[in-house]
């Protein structure tokens, strides 16, 4: 058989291959191209950004995101509930729903600024978390069960009147006037607000309960 021949049929040149090598070969070329060119590194030397502070180090993903405050509906004005500081919130809503929570610049107090528990907030609502109904563990039990809240507070109220009348104490060893109890002591908590402590501090002074405490005051 000779050459340029098949079964002693002529062949062909076959231009439609070399096209496509040749059109594989320039996608190739071009994918390779935008490989390098999206590499940090490249950019930074190209832009003169060798320490890379600028646009040359941001990638498409980044180049794409935007503040979540964008696609809120509307800003709150509020208060950190946390410690007796006082700073100011800027609370962004969407659809009814808490999408961020900020600092307000316009805050003499905070000045914009919020510490980790005021700037994780947001939380406080939203949490997987959260629970929405009483848990009461009954001495030695081993599980949680719910009451209603009226049950609950019923419950509380019955037990304070009962520890304060079995324990009141009109004069101290010295035998000057003390009326107090010392078998009851209040810890608050750090998600109170000023007026809730207020009127805790007030409750606890007309029972008189001596022992109180918060565990974030200033």
Known sequence: ??????GGAP???????RFV????????????????ESWPVVRQLREGDPLGLGRAVRSERSRTLTPRIDEADEVAHSICPYC???????????????????????????RGRLCPKG?????????????????????????????????AMDMIADRV???????????NG???????????????????DNEENYLIKKLMTALGVVQ???QARI
């Open 84 to 110: 007796a500081v006082g700073c100011a919130q800027l609370v962004y809503v969407k659809d009814g729903e808490i999408v961020q929570i900020e600092g307000d610049p316009a805050s003499p107090v905070s």
């Open 21 to 36: 090598v040749s059109r594989r070969w320039k996608k190739g070329a071009v994918s390779f191209s935008k490989l390098i």
């Open 11 to 17: 062949l062909e040149p076959c231009k439609g291959f």
């Open 174 to 192: 010295q035998g000057d006037p003390a009326r107090r109890t010392l078998a009851i002591g209040n810890l608050g908590g750090a998600t109170l």
């Open 212 to 214: 109180v405490e918060n």
């Open 119 to 151: 700037a994780a907030s947001q939380n406080y609502v939203q949490s997987p978390l959260r629970e929405y109904k009483v848990k009461y563990r009954r001495p030695y039990g081993n599980a949680w069960e719910e009451l209603s809240l009226d049950e």
């Open 1 to 6: 058989m000779s050459p340029g021949t098949l």
């Open 161 to 171: 009147v009962h520890t304060r009348e079995e324990n009141w104490q009109q004069e």
